[in-house]
Antibody, heavy 121, light 111 residues
Framework: QVQLVQSGAEVKKPGASVKVSCKAS????????INWVRQAPGQGLEWMGWINAYNGNTNYAQKLQGRVTMTTDTSTSTAYMELRSLRSDDTAVYYC??????????????WGQGTLVTVSS | QSALTQPPSASGSPGQSVTISCTGTSSDVGGYNYVSWYQQHPGKAPKLMIYEVTKRPSGVPDRFSGSKSGNTASLTVSGLQAEDEADFYC???????????FGGGTKLTVL
């Protein structure tokens, strides 16, 4: 069965960076894309970006351009999301979600369990 | 402020039907047939309920259906059950500048 297992909760200080991992199993990793979606406490979902696991192409949300980097390690079927220059409003649960290798067909059929990132001094 | 507009809340009694709207623009909902809907129970990850406007993933009950007219997409839940109580989010492809946008979410209450 398809599973996306994310790394554990993180606490970071403002200005620091965080890197969240998402290990996929149960399907051919390079045949699908990985999206990252975050949810601030009590708030809605926010799409952060997408990586094509086949060729590494990425698309990021405009508001995060320059602060976020998404990568994959195909040898371990793991996707990574790094967010830099953290601010308090980056405090959120971060989800990875499987999509297609075509961002235009924008639906996410399997989700990780979520990783809470808390930014606090 | 979310790119897509959803009502904050909706409700219905068991067995009834309820429809949740999702209004965007011609640059997202109206421009592409790539609207999807997600159900999220408290403390859980979202679950895909509808994709490409009307399609249901395997395992999703046919009580859930999707539609679109112009810039507004809709999710209808028929034969409401207690376990349907959750937050629902719509999303849409929004072109090569914004890519993917979500609605603000609708809290569905089963009375």
């Amino acid at each position: 069965q398809v599973q996306l297992v994310q790394s554990g909760a993180e606490v970071k200080k403002p200005g620091a960076s965080v890197k969240v991992s998402c290990k996929a199993s149960g399907y051919t990793f390079i045949s699908y894309g990985i999206n990252w979606v975050r949810q601030a406490p009590g708030q809605g979902l926010e799409w952060m970006g997408w990586i094509n696991a086949y060729n590494g192409n990425t698309n990021y949300a405009q508001k995060l351009q320059g602060r976020v980097t998404m990568t994959t390690d195909t040898s371990t079927s793991t996707a990574y999301m790094e967010l830099r220059s953290l601010r308090s409003d980056d405090t959120a649960v971060y989800y990875c979600a499987r999509g297609l290798n075509d961002i235009a067909v924008a639906f996410f059929d399997y989700w990780g369990q979520g990783t809470l990132v808390t930014v606090s001094s | 402020q979310s790119a897509l507009t959803q009502p904050p809340s909706a409700s219905g009694s068991p067995g009834q039907s309820v429809t949740i709207s999702c209004t965007g623009t011609s640059s997202d909902v109206g421009g592409y047939n790539y609207v999807s809907w997600y159900q999220q129970h408290p403390g859980k990850a979202p679950k895909l309920m509808i994709y490409e406007v009307t399609k249901r993933p395997s395992g999703v009950p046919d009580r859930f259906s999707g539609s679109k007219s112009g810039n507004t997409a809709s999710l209808t839940v028929s034969g409401l059950q207690a376990e349907d109580e959750a937050d629902f989010y719509c999303s849409s492809y929004a072109g090569s500048n914004n890519f993917v946008v979500f609605g603000g979410g609708t809290k569905l209450t089963v009375l």
